[in-house]
């Protein structure tokens, strides 16, 4: 196990509008904001395009995987929930990893890793938690060979 303790510098409420690409929006507002190290807490909304990924094994590598192509459709869809991180990449941007779950017009829900590509339909509400006293970062993963999450104290 990987720890680091820290706590929360800032709570940000973030309202993204129609026809805005969530995923787009929330890595302007982490630069713009210089949001390096947080948690997407929660959020909910409503999208008209959905594109997001579930993982696959990779065939003749047993125990390891990768993302397979995205699984995308444009209909409006309820965005039940969303969480991630908020780490700081190699030169020093924000980088998210974010998974949700939408459910259809019938109610059976899909979820998954955040792709671009999910459009607001009437509006996508979320909020955040800058972090203070943790490096929130990613490494390559020798096993995996994904960029995986690796806490470090400051």
């Not at 129609?18 to 997407?40: M, Q």
Request: with cysteine; hydrophobic share 35%; proline share 6%.
């Amino acid at each position: 196990m990987v720890s680091a303790k820290g706590k929360f510098k800032n709570i940000y409420a973030v309202k993204i509008q129609p026809n805005e690409d969530v995923l787009d929006e929330l890595n302007r507002f982490c630069k713009e904001h210089d949001v390096k190290h947080g948690a997407i807490l929660t959020g909910l909304g409503s999208l008209k395009e959905v594109s997001f990924f579930d993982p696959a094994e990779i065939p003749g590598k047993p125990g390891t995987y990768a993302y397979q192509d995205p699984i995308e459709w444009k209909e409006v869809t309820e965005l039940v929930g969303i969480s991630g991180i908020i780490c700081e990449d190699e030169e020093g941007n924000p980088s998210l990893h974010v998974h949700y779950t939408v459910a259809d017009k019938n109610g059976t829900t899909f979820s998954g890793h955040m792709n671009t590509g999910n459009i607001v339909f009437a509006t996508t509400d979320i909020i955040i938690g800058e972090l203070e006293g943790i490096f929130m970062g990613r490494s390559i993963d020798p096993v995996f060979n994904l960029p995986l999450f690796y806490p470090k104290q400051l």
